[in-house]
Nanobody, 122 residues
Framework: QVQFVESGGGLVQPGGSLRLSCTAHGFIFGSYVLNWYRQAPGKERELVARQNPAGDGTWYGDSVKGRFTVSRASAGNTLTLQMSSLKPEDTAVYYC???????????????WGQGTQVTVSS
C-alpha cells in the first residue's frame, strides 16, 4: 500500500525550531518532485519548498528562505523539513507531497502526507 506518513510538528515558541518528517511506503523518491506545503486558517495553501527528483536542487519560498531546510535520509525514503527561527506567521498545517515527475513511470502519481499542525506562539 502506498503511503506518505508524516510526523513531527507541535507547539514552539517564537525563535524556536521544529523538524517535520515524511516517510514513503510503497514508492521511492527518485521519480518524484517532493514538496512541502502549508495552510494557515483562512488562507490558501502555500508552497514552502520544492526539491527535484535527484535531490540536488531545492527551491524555497521567500517567506522561509534561510530558515527552513529540506533534506532526505541516506536510505532515501524519508523527507525532512528542518524549521528554525520560527515566527508566529509560520503557524499552519504542514503537508508533504510527492508528485510523479514528467517523463517517468511515476507521472500522474500524487501522494500526500496527512498533515501536521505547527503552532508558533509564546
Amino acid at each position: 500500500q502506498v503511503q506518505f506518513v508524516e510526523s513531527g510538528g507541535g507547539l514552539v515558541q517564537p525563535g524556536g525550531s521544529l523538524r517535520l518528517s515524511c516517510t514513503a511506503h510503497g514508492f521511492i523518491f527518485g521519480s518524484y518532485v517532493l514538496n512541502w506545503y502549508r495552510q494557515a486558517p483562512g488562507k490558501e495553501r502555500e508552497l514552502v519548498a520544492r526539491q527535484n527528483p535527484a535531490g540536488d536542487g531545492t527551491w524555497y519560498g521567500d517567506s522561509v528562505k534561510g530558515r527552513f531546510t529540506v533534506s532526505r535520509a541516506s536510505a532515501g525514503n524519508t523527507l525532512t523539513l528542518q524549521m528554525s527561527s520560527l515566527k508566529p506567521e509560520d503557524t499552519a498545517v504542514y503537508y508533504c507531497n510527492a508528485r510523479g515527475a514528467r517523463g517517468t513511470t511515476a507521472w500522474g502519481n500524487d501522494y500526500w502526507g496527512q498533515g501536521t499542525q505547527v503552532t508558533v506562539s509564546s
